[in-house]
């Protein structure tokens, strides 16, 4: 997919769209709506870690929510980037 035409049409495919579509249109996530935590996650083959989302985003954004998840070494190095659409 390549990039929209507007702002409406981005959010009314959200659901299709896969990483690389939701970063050639970044300018359709307003940054001043956004929030951020950090969860420290220790690898370990006893462990299971899993996040879980209130659903106080989607109540105040509908389907127009998008967590980005970005994993980082020990010394700060961004790894690896994906982008997850709640719904």
Known sequence: MN??????????????LKTSDILEN???????NRSSTIF???KDRHTKTSIKFLSYWLEKHGNSVIA????HDMLGAE?????????
């Open 79 to 87: 790894i690896n980037e994906h982008f997850l659409k709640l719904n």
């Open 40 to 42: 420290p996650i220790f």
């Open 3 to 16: 990039s929209f035409f507007s702002y409406e049409h981005f959010w009314s495919v959200i659901h299709e």
């Open 68 to 71: 980005r998840l970005t994993i």
């Open 26 to 32: 970044a300018e359709f996530l307003k940054p001043n």
